[in-house]
């Protein structure tokens, strides 16, 4: 193999892919060669930012999208006026197709199937009760599911004219002009293998609400009337576009360079869950039933990456080595005692087997000439106590770590975590072989 060629099979603890059921495959063969630190699933990382577009598009999944095959394609080439019936929308990831080229089909399939596998394993395990208790819709609510599904068709079907005729395009850039939309004066296609397309799609809608308003009611270039849009139509845009935000924020900070090392990605976990237990709980009056069950959707999945993140010994020993988290930040964030001691043991075993200096070699002393008294009594049970004990804290270098304070910004803010190592490094401070094992796992990227 190659990486035995050039001598690095034992250097390798860690491989990120995406999340497709043939990497799966690979991971289970690669155990198989029995890497000294490559254990086979437990040092396997999804790609976090895959794991980011499929909880938007499990938030999705219940307001449907257009099948689109050969046939409606023809269609659809024929006349720009007609949309896919909506009984034929999406019911599940493991069926239909976007609105996207069909060269991008089978990637979108792999994915969605995914994510429906990951949605009704048996083996998830949910971290807040509430998640499958659905709340029943109301006819009087905002919204409903099939409202939501009509809704969001109309913004596909303005997408679609608006980006097929270029001349209409012009006449509506025109309007957004007239009705001082801000730029740019365009909707986006909402396609799923393209990442926080659905929130490019609301804020274009929001963006020129005034000039599709004005441009619906021309009855030549317009749109039919089941295509127009009200105010309840912008009303849901807002909501969807306020709870999608959060997901492309992250995606931008865990794609630029540095971005994504894994100590982060359990940050941006829970903000997740904060941000849509907030939308669930504390916004009920804002969110009808229909929303609240779709986001519920988006922390079951999310709970099942969770899982995998605490299967993972990479994430808790970056946590653990992280100078601003150790293990306060399990315990701030409520973990069960025996996941935090668990982390810790995990830093422990890497350390002792991969980075613990070798003690060096001490001169013998010559042997006492008195005799050694037999202990009794008391002081017996206190030698034998006293070599029983683990080493004092006080030299222990992980122990002496977590013992330690937090390192913060001056505003309460996480450090970089590398930069820190390596200024101590750079200062001639080992502490005890944690600088480059702390080097080695916070390099560590969650993102291909």
Known sequence: MIVEKFGIQNKICEIVTDNASNNQTMIEEIKKFKWTRFKGEAHWIQCFAHILNLIVQVIMRPFGRHQKNQATAEHEHKSDDEESDTDQQIQSFQAGTSDSDNEDDQCDTNNSMLAGELIEEDKIKLETKDVNELSDEEETDQYTTLSCKQTL???????????????????FVEICQETNC???????????????STLMQLEGILRCSKA??????????????????NQGDLDLARSLADVLQPFYEITLQVSIRGGAQIAGVVVFIDQITHHLSTVIHDKREEYPAALRNAFRAGIQLKNKYYTLTNCSPLYRVAMVLHLSFKDEYFKLSKWKPEWIDESIRLTRQMWETTYKPTPHPTKDREPSTCPKQPQTGLLARLSGASEARPGSASTDPLSMWLAGGLHLTNEGLPLNPLKWWLKKGRGGKTHGGLLQMALDVLSCLAII
């Open 153 to 171: 068709g109309k913004f596909r079907a303005i997408a679609r004219k608006l980006n097929k005729l270029p001349n209409l395009k012009a006449l």
């Open 182 to 196: 801000l730029k740019p004066h365009n909707i986006e296609h909402d396609v799923r293998t393209l990442w926080n």
């Open 212 to 229: 599709i308003l004005e441009w619906q009611k021309d009855k030549r270039h317009g749109l039919f009337r089941h295509h127009q849009i």
